[in-house]
């Protein structure tokens, strides 16, 4: 029997060019890198034999993996990892987002603002920004802020991008600068702190592993809206060819503000996460948090050209991310290190695309 199949018009499927999932070679690099930590703890001397993610000896959690170490890692890389979901979508339509840093950071002093108490160890919030009658609010009220702060910076990110013809970069770089002055305006540039208990949950809740639970939850949804609804099918087809999905019949613009106001409202949520958990709210907030979610995106695979990716290699990008964040400090090297190697890991990844679609091309 031949071992080439036919189908419809005598196209022949020939096996040696199975597309190999991209989030496959994701998880491989993971692998590795964690092997590659680990064989470090054991040859280096000063490390004497330590583990980044196994415990042998003590066996504390009845497991053989650092509990500790581990939700160390998935911790760090689970609020950025929020606004990396975001800037997932926005790269696979072709655009890329600049701002949610500088979101996170009025985000959080606004949604600060309305999640105050009125006493603090008995005596009037020293920290306060309004009256009386805005404290001890429902914790609804600084989730709906929150959300409401997020929605209008990515609407205008949004509105600028597809109805003004302004690259992306520029738009989104406007609203970078605009957001954190906001951030810095609301308050004169004073810290904002002492919310309520049930605001305090939001990021400290389930014995700290609510951050996570969040990031897991939001990855999740847009994975499935992302591979299996129109919204999904539109963004990757924009992407891919703006024109001829403007030509199918898709609303090109209506879409792309839709999936900015989308991230924005995700950097609002990542910004929610991080004020819940920190207990405090400072217009510095999210410093550099939009290029560590691109870096993000684009280690786990996510084109920079557009049309390609998947929330499933963001995910396992930000694994990668923490785990070398971690894995620096774990053989104590100094913290300047990390940023130099954020750099190399996100100008390789994009040499990788490059290198990826050339091939993907000249086997078409």
């Given at each position: 029997?031949?071992?080439?199949?036919?189908?419809?018009?005598?196209?022949?499927?020939?096996?040696?060019?199975?597309?190999?999932?991209?989030?496959?070679?994701?998880?491989?690099?993971?692998?590795?890198?964690?092997?590659?930590?680990?064989?470090?703890?054991?040859?280096?001397?000063?490390?004497?034999?330590?583990?980044l993610?196994?415990?042998?000896?003590?066996?504390?959690?009845?497991?053989i993996?650092?509990?500790?170490?581990?939700?160390?890692?998935?911790?760090?890389?689970?609020?950025?990892?929020?606004?990396?979901?975001?800037s997932?979508?926005?790269?696979?339509?072709?655009?890329?987002d600049?701002?949610?840093?500088?979101?996170?950071?009025?985000?959080?002093m606004?949604?600060?603002?309305?999640?105050?108490?009125?006493?603090?160890?008995?005596?009037?919030?020293?920290?306060?920004?309004?009256?009386?009658?805005?404290?001890?609010?429902?914790v609804?009220?600084?989730?709906?802020?929150?959300?409401?702060?997020?929605?209008?910076?990515?609407?205008?990110?949004?509105?600028?991008?597809?109805?003004?013809?302004?690259?992306p970069?520029?738009?989104?770089?406007?609203?970078?600068?605009?957001?954190?002055?906001?951030?810095?305006?609301?308050?004169k540039?004073?810290?904002?702190?002492?919310?309520?208990?049930?605001?305090?949950?939001?990021?400290?809740?389930?014995?700290?592993?609510?951050?996570?639970?969040i990031?897991?939850?939001?990855?999740?949804?847009f994975?499935?809206?992302l591979?299996?609804?129109?919204?999904?099918?539109?963004?990757?087809?924009?992407?891919?060819?703006?024109?001829?999905?403007?030509?199918?019949?898709?609303?090109?613009?209506?879409?792309k503000?839709?999936?900015?106001?989308?991230?924005?409202?995700?950097a609002?949520?990542?910004?929610?996460?991080?004020?819940s958990?920190?207990?405090?709210?400072?217009?510095?907030?999210?410093?550099?948090?939009?290029?560590d979610?691109?870096?993000?995106?684009?280690?786990?695979?996510?084109?920079?050209?557009?049309g390609?990716?998947?929330?499933?290699?963001?995910?396992?990008?930000?694994l990668?991310?923490?785990?070398i964040?971690?894995?620096?400090?774990?053989?104590?090297?100094?913290?300047?290190?990390?940023?130099m190697?954020?750099?190399?890991?996100?100008?390789?990844?994009?040499?990788?695309d490059?290198?990826?679609?050339?091939?993907?091309?000249?086997?078409?």
């Open positions: 029997m031949s071992e080439t199949s036919h189908g419809i018009g005598g196209l022949s499927f020939d096996a040696k060019k199975r597309a190999w999932p991209n989030e496959m070679n994701v998880f491989i690099a993971l692998i590795a890198i964690i092997v590659i930590f680990e064989i470090l703890g054991q040859v280096l001397p000063y490390m004497k034999g330590q583990s993610l196994f415990d042998f000896n003590t066996n504390r959690d009845g497991t993996l650092n509990m500790v170490r581990l939700k160390i890692i998935i911790l760090q890389v689970s609020i950025i990892g929020i606004i990396a979901i975001g997932t979508q926005v790269i696979i339509s072709g655009g890329i600049l701002s949610p840093g500088s979101i996170v950071g009025l985000t959080a606004v949604a600060m603002s309305f999640a105050q108490t009125a006493l603090v160890n008995g005596n009037p919030n020293p920290k306060a920004i309004f009256g009386e009658a805005w404290m001890d609010l429902p609804i009220v600084p989730i709906v802020v929150a959300i409401a702060v997020g929605t209008f910076a990515g609407l205008v990110n949004g509105l600028l991008v597809a109805y003004t013809r302004i690259p970069f520029i738009a989104t770089l406007g609203m970078m600068v605009a957001a954190r002055g906001a951030a810095k305006w609301w308050s540039g004073q810290p904002i702190s002492f919310p309520t208990e049930p605001f305090g949950a939001i990021g400290n809740g389930m014995s700290g592993w609510s951050p996570v639970v990031f897991i939850g939001l990855a999740i949804l994975h499935f809206i591979k299996y609804t129109v919204y999904g099918k539109h963004t990757y087809a924009i992407g891919s060819n703006e024109d001829a999905a403007r030509m199918s019949g898709i609303k090109v613009d209506r879409h503000v839709l999936v900015y106001t989308i991230a924005g409202i995700l609002g949520l990542s910004a929610l996460v991080l004020a958990k920190n207990l405090t709210a400072q217009a510095g907030m999210g410093v550099m948090y939009e290029l979610a691109i870096a993000m995106t684009v280690i786990g695979g996510v084109s920079l050209a557009g390609r990716g998947s929330i499933v290699g963001t995910v396992l990008g930000a990668i991310f923490g785990v964040i971690s894995g620096f400090t774990y053989l104590r090297l100094d913290a300047y290190y990390q940023e190697v954020k750099g190399i890991i996100i100008v390789a990844a994009v040499v990788l490059q290198w990826r679609r050339q091939r993907a091309a000249a086997r078409a």
